[in-house]
């Protein structure tokens, strides 16, 4: 059984910032590839960053700039740094990561979400 579970959101001024946390458990062999993922109300998902197994790092255009995705492989933790917020940037965070699981002697990959985590930027 593999959990992601995020962390970090909150209420914010506009210009304010904000730093999320989302830490894998479970019976992991692997992380790949993790990354954060946001959706407004009434609207679609959206990818805000990625980050490899390697630290390359990927952004949308809107948060180019302001938001910065890390991660810790020894803690299966992965951040997203969020400065220079704006009401825009309001939405519920998610955290997404592709995880390989071993079991009987053969691996298996799959992607895995968190719950979600509410941040809300007041203008």
């Known amino acids: 059984q593999v959990q992601l579970v995020e962390s970090g959101g909150g209420l914010v001024q506009a210009g304010g910032s904000l730093r999320l946390s989302c830490a894998a458990s479970?019976?992991?062999?692997?992380?790949?590839?993790m990354g954060w993922y946001r959706q407004a109300l009434g609207k679609q998902r959206e990818l805000v960053a990625t980050?490899?197994?390697?630290?390359?790092?990927n952004y949308v255009d809107s948060v180019k700039g302001r938001f910065t995705i890390s991660r810790d492989n020894a803690k299966n933790t992965v951040y997203l740094q969020m400065n220079s917020l704006t009401p825009e940037d309001t939405s519920v965070y998610l955290c997404?990561?592709?995880?390989?699981?071993?079991?009987?002697?053969?691996?298996?990959?799959?992607?895995?979400w968190g719950q979600g985590t509410q941040v809300t930027v007041s203008s």
């Open positions: 980050i490899s197994s390697g630290g390359d790092t």
């Open positions: 479970g019976s992991i062999f692997r992380i790949n590839a």
């Open positions: 997404n990561a592709e995880i390989e699981i071993k079991r009987l002697g053969s691996i298996s990959t799959r992607n895995y």
